[in-house]
């Protein structure tokens, strides 16, 4: 069993940055973020494997990074140039196998909430 701690998530005014963390109880192997609106479905973000391979959603490619410490348990997600429509909550998730799907991802976290304002 992993547990998963998100920290970082706040208010934030568009255009502005936040950086996300996810500390992890255990070994890992994927790792990814999801972020969930008010009425919408889970949606996938980013996801890293063990060796570093990244991969992003189009929503956020150019404007999100994200990177991990193996040494650390832990995983970040570096968010720039926010936009309102990043309002979300954010869970990181841990799993096996790489991939966009939340089924894929055998433990989550709490989440984090971020709002970015206009």
């Known amino acids: 069993q992993v547990q998963l701690v998100e920290s970082g998530g706040g208010l934030m005014q568009a255009g502005g940055s936040l950086r996300l963390s996810c500390v992890a109880s255990?070994?890992?192997?994927?790792m990814g973020w999801f972020r969930q609106a008010p009425g919408k479905q889970r949606e996938w973000v980013a996801r890293i494997t063990t060796i570093g391979s990244t991969n992003y959603a189009d929503s956020v490619k150019g404007r999100f990074t994200i990177s991990r410490d193996n040494a650390k348990n832990t995983v970040y997600l570096q968010m720039n140039s926010l936009k309102p429509e990043d309002t979300a909550v954010y869970y990181c998730?841990?799993?096996?196998?790489?991939?966009?799907?939340?089924?894929?991802?055998?433990?989550w976290g709490q989440g984090t909430q971020v709002t970015v304002s206009s």
């Open positions: 255990g070994r890992t192997y994927v």
């Open positions: 998730a841990a799993g096996r196998v790489a991939g966009a799907t939340p089924a894929l991802y055998d433990y």
